[in-house]
Each structure stands twice: as C-alpha cells, then as structure tokens.
C-alpha cells in the first residue's frame, strides 16, 4: 500500500526532534508508534518497490539497474544508489512521468525533473511510504538507452543523443562491469561487454576502445586507477597504454572532478597502490607535477627509500583520514625544492615550511576547502617539529610539549598520526616507533595544565592598562612573556607575573 505523508503539527514536531527526526510526518490517522517505526529506504528498497509498481503495466521487462548497483551487488556489497535505465525511446522521461502520476506526486515541469535533450530525468519520492518504508529523500534516476556524440574540444557535454539498443548503450560507458543491466522484473543479468568475466578475472577493461571512451570523458582514466584501488583489480594493457595516449585531453577536466577522485584513491584500503598506478600511467603530474618531480630522488643516510617511496610508505602507515592522508601524501613535498648535496651528503633544509606554501598551492590549485588546505598545511608545516625530541620523546620539555599542543589546536591527532607514520618509515637507524605513543601518554599527563588558544591568558591588556602602561607593540611582547611563563610553569600566580613583567621592563629600562 502506497501512502502520502501530511507534515504533523508544531508541537509532535518539537517531540520527535529528540530522536533525531527534524520534520516527522505520518500519513492520515496514523499513530506516533507507526511512524517511528518506518524505515529508511535503502538502494534494495527501491528496486524492490520499482518491481511491485510496473508489474502487470507496459513497463514491465523494460526497466533495467545499471552500473554501480550491479557491480555491487554482484560482488556482495550492499548497493548504494540505483540507476535505471528504461527500453524505449524517451523512455527514463515517460517512465518517470507515469510513475509520478501513478503516485500522485506528479508536478508538471518540477517533478520529474526532465532533460529531453539528453534523455533522462530524476522523480523525487518525497512523501512516499511504501510497506512501513519512507522514501522521502530518494528519487528515481532514469535514462533511456542512448548514443552520444562528443565535440573533442567540450568532453563533458555531448553534442548529440539518440535512441539506441541496450548493447548500444553499454558501448559508452566508462567500465565493462559498469554495464551489466539487471532486469527488474525478472532478475536476469544482460551482459553484452563481458562485464561478469571482467569482475571476476579483477580487470579493469573499457567496453569499447580506450581512446573513444577517454574522448567523451577524460576523467575516466582516474576513474579507471580509482576502481582499481578500491576493489584490488588491475589495470588491462589496453586501458594504461589508453590512458597514457589521452592524458592531453585532462586540459578541459574541472579540478574538482580530480579531486573528487584523488580523494576515494587516498581513503581506499591500499592508497599507495593507488597513487603508483597515477604515476604509472603518467596521471599523476595532473595531480601535482611536484609529486611527480619526487620519483627517483636519493635521500640521505636517515632514509632507506627515495623521496617517493618515503611518501608512499607515510601514506600507508596513516589512519584513513581525509587530513592524514592528504597530509602524509604532501607532507615531504618541499624536498623537491629544498634538496642540497653539501660535502657529499643529501640535505633539505627548511624542507617544512617551504613544503607548507607548496601544498597549500596544490590544495588550491585542486579546489580544496580552507577546512581540508588548513589542517594539511599545518600538518606539513609542523611534522618535524618533534625531531629533536628523541627516540623515545623524553628529550622535550614539558614546556615544549606544552607549547606544541597549543600551537597544533583542534588538529592534534591529525598531526600526531602524521609524525608518527614518518616517525617509523625512516632507516632502521633513525627510525623512532615509541616517540609519538609516549609523548601521548605525555600528553594526557599533562592535559590539565595546557591552555586552550582561546582561553584568556592569566594576565590580560586589561590588567596592563590599569597600572599605567598605554596600550602598543609592548603590550604583545609583555603579553608573550605571560605566555611563555604559562606554558613553563602553569601554577605562577598572578604576583609573580606581574613581578615577571616588572623586572623584563626594568632590565629593558622601560
């Protein structure tokens, strides 16, 4: 049974935010407890109610899952979006109008959304509940069988669709195993590009000729890297020597779209892999031409691996974290620019803070938001900040401990895991496994007697104004020295701050 939800009044509103429903809605005289009850839809859901509302209609047989939600099911994951494709000409707008209208949530010009150039349309099921199941938030995504012509100078947008066969349709997509159609109706998979024995032999293979593929859609090659990542499959000959052919054709591809990929890359189980087959088959100068000016270059005698391989090995040791991953993969870039021979040994001094402006220079360049370019900048700027501090972390003062928690703020753990993944991917000789977990424990320790950067220091402009002092450039080198005196020694009363900064003013003759 198919139900159309009315919105509740204010009041059961305000009662149901405390399960963490924003805007509860039942359907007619239904009770609190049912509502409670309905479920979000799942990908599974949907497919299954599509199934039920065209059986015994024209549309039955005609509507076919495609792409993702194929593969993973195939491969026993559960699948996350579903995409249709419908067995007629104009078929994903007539199919989505029907079923609009069969639901009553048919609006003329608004829902379906529909884009007859192209052939496809999306129907929001919003206010639909479906066997105790709300599909509010979901939509039907559908698209008719279709050819496309592509201008080489414009990749993104075809210039001409047309009607075509199923065969016809997979021909244009970016993965064997990307289409294979599943009949709705009946269950049965159709194959015509031998997605299946490329799922099962781990292959990444295009339907048709790389080249053509590439030349409707560039940025098919990173997606080609990234499924490999993501599943453990590899790349066929015929894709890498196809990419290798095409990468000219990245010049028209937003850098957001990039990113986007480099992102799922870097927060897959085996990131390095990843990142190696970006440089195998030259992508990865479109990602940052600096990583690639980092393969092959020698170290010094506190590295057992080139600067590259050092990168990748950093990247592997991180958490998958989007900052940690992102902040290991940039985190010795400023080698490729810092790099000195000095009496036959390898130097790269200042390596950090040059490497800080060069990430936030490719961050940018790649469309990154200021709350990932920050926290990585950060990250880069401070991962050598603890060197000194020993092997076992127990050459820091308290105060320097003190002071580098204050300064690293709200990004800690990002910039400890960091370290740490450097920390143990140094020689044998120079590498440093307990300093990290031990300045932790240090840490932790020590919590109660850190500042926050927002806390009010225990002296204040305030408090230099009432004895005299005019407000200028010494109120921040007297307000340094309160600081510097906090983080040395947390329990200095307030008198002998005042006597610290009596007696700075009176040694300076102020």
């Given at each position: 049974m198919i139900k159309l939800k009315s919105v509740l009044s204010e009041e059961i509103c305000r009662k149901y935010?405390?399960?963490?429903?924003?805007?509860?809605?039942?359907?007619?005289?239904?009770s609190e407890n049912t509502l409670l009850m309905e479920a979000r839809a799942s990908a599974k859901d949907l497919e299954a109610f599509l199934r039920e509302m065209i059986r015994g209609t024209e549309w039955e047989g005609k509507v076919f899952a495609v792409g993702g939600f194929?593969?993973?099911?195939?491969?026993?994951?559960?699948?996350?979006?579903?995409?249709?494709?419908?067995?007629?000409?104009?078929g994903g707008i007539e199919f989505t109008t029907w079923l609009g209208r069969k639901l009553g949530i048919y609006k003329e010009k608004s829902n379906p959304v529909t884009f007859p150039s192209f052939g496809t349309a999306n129907l929001r099921l919003d206010g639909v509940v479906h066997n105790g199941i709300d599909f509010t938030g979901e939509s039907v995504d559908a698209v008719m069988p279709r050819a496309e012509q592509y201008h080489d100078v414009d990749v993104r947008r075809p210039t001409a669709v047309q009607f075509t066969s199923l065969e016809g349709d997979a021909q244009r997509r970016d993965l064997t195993f990307n289409a294979i159609y599943k009949n709705l109706s009946t269950g049965e998979l159709y194959d015509p590009v031998n997605g299946l024995a490329d799922l099962k032999a781990k292959v990444i293979r295009t339907p048709t000729d790389p080249t053509t593929i590439y030349t409707d859609d560039a940025l098919r090659m990173f997606r080609a890297v990234r499924f490999a990542t993501q599943l453990g499959f590899e790349l066929s000959p015929e894709i890498v020597d196809g990419?290798?052919?095409?990468?000219?054709?990245?010049?028209?591809?937003?850098?957001?779209?990039?990113?986007?990929?480099?992102?799922?890359?870097?927060?897959?189980?085996?990131?390095?892999?990843?990142?190696?087959?970006?440089?195998?088959?030259?992508?990865?100068?479109?990602?940052?031409?600096?990583?690639?000016?980092?393969?092959?270059?020698?170290?010094?005698?506190?590295?057992?691996?080139?600067?590259?391989?050092?990168?990748?090995?950093?990247?592997?040791n991180t958490k998958p974290n989007l900052i940690n991953r992102i902040g290991a993969l940039l985190h010795d870039i400023g080698k490729v620019s810092t790099r000195q021979v000095i009496d036959n040994e390898v130097h790269f001094y200042d390596h950090e803070n040059v490497g800080s402006e060069m990430a936030r220079n490719i961050l940018t360049s790649l469309k990154y938001p200021n709350d990932i370019i920050e926290p990585v900048v950060l990250a880069v700027k401070n991962h050598m900040r603890l060197k000194q501090g020993g092997k076992e972390g127990d050459k820091i003062s308290d105060k320097t401990l003190r002071k580098f928690v204050v300064d690293i703020g709200d990004h800690l753990e990002n910039v400890l895991d960091i370290i740490h993944s450097d920390n143990v991917a140094h020689s044998p000789e120079s590498a440093m496994p307990n300093q990290i977990p031990n300045i932790i424990n240090r840490i932790e320790k020590l919590k109660s007697t850190i500042p926050k950067k927002t806390d009010k220091l225990p002296v204040t402009g305030e408090d230099l104004k009432n004895i005299g002092l005019v407000p200028g450039p010494l109120y921040k080198k007297l307000l340094d020295l309160v600081r510097d005196r906090q983080l040395e020694n947390p329990n200095t009363t307030k008198e002998e701050y005042f006597d610290i900064i009596t007696n700075y003013m009176k040694n300076e003759n102020i």
């Open positions: 935010r405390g399960f963490g429903i924003d805007k509860p809605v039942v359907t007619g005289m239904i194929v593969r993973d099911e195939l491969m026993g994951k559960a699948p996350k979006d579903l995409d249709v494709v419908v067995n007629k000409n104009q990419i290798k052919k095409n990468l000219h054709r990245l010049g028209n591809t937003s850098k957001e779209r990039v990113r986007d990929e480099l992102n799922k890359i870097l927060l897959s189980k085996d990131p390095a892999r990843g990142i190696r087959m970006l440089r195998d088959t030259g992508l990865l100068p479109h990602v940052a031409k600096e990583l690639q000016q980092a393969v092959g270059m020698i170290q010094n005698k506190h590295h057992s691996e080139m600067v590259f391989d050092h990168i990748l090995t950093v990247l592997s």
